[in-house]
């Protein structure tokens, strides 16, 4: 099966730019369209090319989106796609279950899993919206059945908790999530991030009052519309933008 890989250009700056891998959510179960293109689009517009990534999801199970991701990654880097890409700055933006994807493909090289031993692969930094971290507290049942299927092994939903494989490695991050989200609960981002910390990496955490989950770009809702102006400033101080 080809990789359905989609790539939007940088519309400023010259020269390689940054690149960004974008892993819309959706459980494991589908692919919430505006947490694909529009977002995308929004990199671009920051002199950063956008990538979206449409990940297998069930029946198909693990490893098979993380191997998506990877050989996304893999491409993007080297430069198969087209564009011309700085091949040390490439990172990945996640939403929800596609941010479980993107912490877990930031931190896979700490367990090896789908043969990520390959450096290229991990990305540069990572950002991560109302992310799906953990699968072993607070869980997102639906994700947990649609990735691994029913009765997983205590072993490989620990695997899959991304808050218990950050290593000293594991690239910065900025993170942001609602308090009152009631599908996937803050505890998810509130983990991922102490736990950059106590690795000593570097980190950038957003907590807004109110919002339902799958805001996207959140455009119409006070507080959490702010998050892409701070992630643009985010990748602006990193010196990825181009404004």
């Not at 790539?7 to 700056?13: E, L, N």
């Not at 029946?59 to 700085?86: F, N, T, Y």
């Not at 805001?215 to 181009?242: M, V």
């Amino acid at each position: 099966m080809a990789l359905q890989l989609t790539a939007v250009p940088s519309r400023t700056g010259s020269g390689d730019r940054p690149a960004v891998l974008v892993l819309p959510g959706g459980g494991y179960g589908r692919q919430a369209d505006h947490e694909a293109e529009p977002v995308a689009e929004w990199l671009a517009g920051l002199g950063i090319h956008g990538f979206v990534l449409r990940y297998r999801v069930a029946p198909d199970r693990h490893p098979a989106p993380l191997e998506d991701a990877k050989e996304a990654m893999l491409q993007i880097r080297s430069g198969a796609q087209g564009l011309a890409v700085d091949p040390r700055r490439v990172g990945v933006l996640g939403f929800s279950a596609g941010g479980h994807l993107a912490a877990t493909l930031s931190t896979a090289v700490a367990t090896g899993s789908a043969g990520l031993d390959v450096p290229e692969a991990i990305p540069d930094l990572t950002v991560l919206c109302y992310p799906v971290v953990s699968y072993m507290h607070a869980v997102h049942q639906g994700s947990v059945d649609n990735l691994l299927g029913q009765s997983p092994s205590e072993a490989l939903l620990a695997e899959l908790s991304a808050e218990l494989q950050v290593t000293a490695e594991t690239p910065p991050a900025f993170v942001w999530h609602t308090a009152d989200d009631a599908a996937v609960p803050v505890s998810h981002s509130l983990g991922y991030t102490a736990a950059l910390f106590n690795a000593g990496v570097p980190a950038e955490l957003h907590v807004f009052p109110e919002g339902r989950h799958g805001l996207g770009l959140a455009e119409e809702q006070p507080g959490a519309d702010l998050w892409p102006a701070l992630c643009a400033g985010w990748l602006d101080r990193a010196g990825w933008t181009e404004r």
